[in-house]
């Protein structure tokens, strides 16, 4: 988010805000296909524009349900992006399923994985 910009975006899939520099992307699809994904590319993308190197780029998964093959690469094609833009990257909000799937793919393993609300406020000071 650049200065002249507001301080958060929303589609109706994804609310993009920042807090202390670092970039929150909120998922508010309860199940993430290719549809979905590539909207939320798009929108996530150009909010790495302007990000502060160094800081975090947070995706919250705690209002979505599930992930086709599509939506988890939605989450390593922005992991991608976001250690390209210089920010580290943290999952956070993962339901159990999710949680499982990203361990079977050996997706966590690109993460940091905020496992609460006040690790994750802890991760953003």
Same mark, same amino acid.
């Given at each position: ?18 807090? +202390?520099?670092? !970039?929150?992307?909120? #998922?508010?699809?309860?199940?993430? $296909?290719?549809?979905?994904? %590539? /909207? ?39 992991? +991608?992006?976001? !250690?390209?833009?210089? #920010?580290?990257?943290?999952?956070? $909000?993962?339901?159990?399923? %999710? /949680? ?26």
């Amino acid at each position: 988010m650049n200065p002249d910009s507001p301080a958060s975006s929303t589609t109706t899939l994804v609310t993009i805000s920042t807090k +202390n520099q670092h !970039v929150i992307v909120r #998922l508010h699809a309860p199940a993430i $296909g290719a549809r979905e994904a %590539l /909207a939320i590319v798009e929108e996530a993308a150009r909010s790495l524009e302007s990000a502060v190197k160094g800081k975090r780029f947070i995706i919250d998964l705690s209002r979505t349900d599930a992930l086709s093959s599509m939506g988890l690469g939605l989450c390593v094609d922005l992991r +991608n992006r976001a !250690v390209d833009a210089g #920010l580290k990257p943290v999952l956070t $909000g993962m339901n159990v399923q %999710l /949680a499982e799937l990203f361990h079977l793919m050996r997706v966590d393993r690109l993460f940091t994985i905020a496992q609460s609300t006040v690790e994750l406020e802890r991760m953003m000071l």
